[in-house]
């Protein structure tokens, strides 16, 4: 077994798309529409569905806003340059609503991005800046 994806309701997919592919760097896997559901589905990810969890956002045709709730925490990817990573979002256009620092009662270093629908991205330091590998890895070169 494995977890294959995590569906997120959107508003508007186009600038769902562009946060996600051009600002978080994933690519869109597949996009299909579903006339007779009135809904469209795109999955996105950093990697083949085969072998990667990805994220499919749902845009329900005539919807353009959702009340999020109070039991939606986040989604998280691993970065091996917080710093660098944050910088790069903001440069495309990105919204950064928490600098990268040490987590609250603790000393891994995350940071916090929010997407257009409002849903938040947590960022995670991966391993440490001193130890973080010389070549990059597909993460750190998506983001």
């Given at each position: 077994?494995?977890?294959?994806?995590?569906?997120?309701?959107?508003?508007?997919?186009?600038?769902?798309l562009?946060?996600?592919?051009?600002?978080?760097?994933?690519?869109?896997?597949?996009?299909?529409?579903?006339?007779?559901?009135?809904?469209?589905?795109?999955?996105?990810?950093?990697?083949?569905?085969?072998?990667?969890?990805?994220?499919?956002?749902?845009?329900?045709?005539?919807?353009?806003?959702?009340?999020?709730?109070?039991?939606?925490?986040?989604?998280?990817?691993?970065v091996?340059d917080?710093?660098?990573?944050?910088?790069?979002?903001?440069?495309?256009?990105?919204?950064?609503?928490?600098?990268?620092?040490?987590m609250?009662?603790?000393?891994?270093?995350?940071?916090?991005?929010?997407?257009?629908?409002?849903?938040?991205?947590?960022?995670?330091?991966?391993?440490?800046?001193?130890?973080?590998?010389?070549?990059?890895?597909?993460?750190?070169?998506?983001?």
């Amino acid at each position: 077994m494995r977890l294959l994806h995590t569906m997120l309701r959107v508003g508007n997919l186009e600038e769902s798309l562009k946060f996600y592919c051009d600002v978080l760097g994933m690519t869109l896997l597949r996009k299909k529409d579903y006339p007779g559901g009135e809904f469209t589905l795109a999955f996105v990810g950093y990697g083949d569905e085969a072998d990667h969890t990805v994220l499919e956002l749902t845009h329900n045709w005539g919807t353009d806003r959702y009340n999020l709730g109070d039991a939606y925490g986040h989604i998280a990817i691993g970065v091996d340059d917080i710093y660098a990573t944050c910088n790069l979002i903001k440069h495309r256009g990105g919204k950064v609503v928490r600098e990268p620092g040490p987590m609250k009662h603790g000393s891994t270093v995350i940071a916090f991005v929010e997407d257009p629908d409002g849903y938040k991205v947590e960022l995670i330091q991966l391993g440490t800046q001193e130890s973080a590998p010389e070549k990059q890895t597909s993460t750190q070169m998506a983001i």
